[in-house]
């Protein structure tokens, strides 16, 4: 599945996708992997909530509850598959 990227990338370049920043190419992917994928989806909205959450994050150094909580999630439903 070439055009499928993996959740870890999803994962990835979400600051990039927020931002815009991503190539055209790339972006095409990821949300034909957010089509594809719903626990990305669904990720991604919450992340998109909560993006001040996530831009407070990488400034500061102890996360958020909210993040971890959304960041433990994601990565539970994802390393079940
Ligand atoms: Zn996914």
Redesign the pocket.
Known sequence: MELL???QE?YDFLIEYQERTLPFLERVRFNL??LM?G??AAYLKAYSRSGEIFRAALRDDPPPPELMELTLNFLRT?SRS
């Open positions: 990227k993996d959740c999803i992997h957010l994928c626990n990305c994802h």
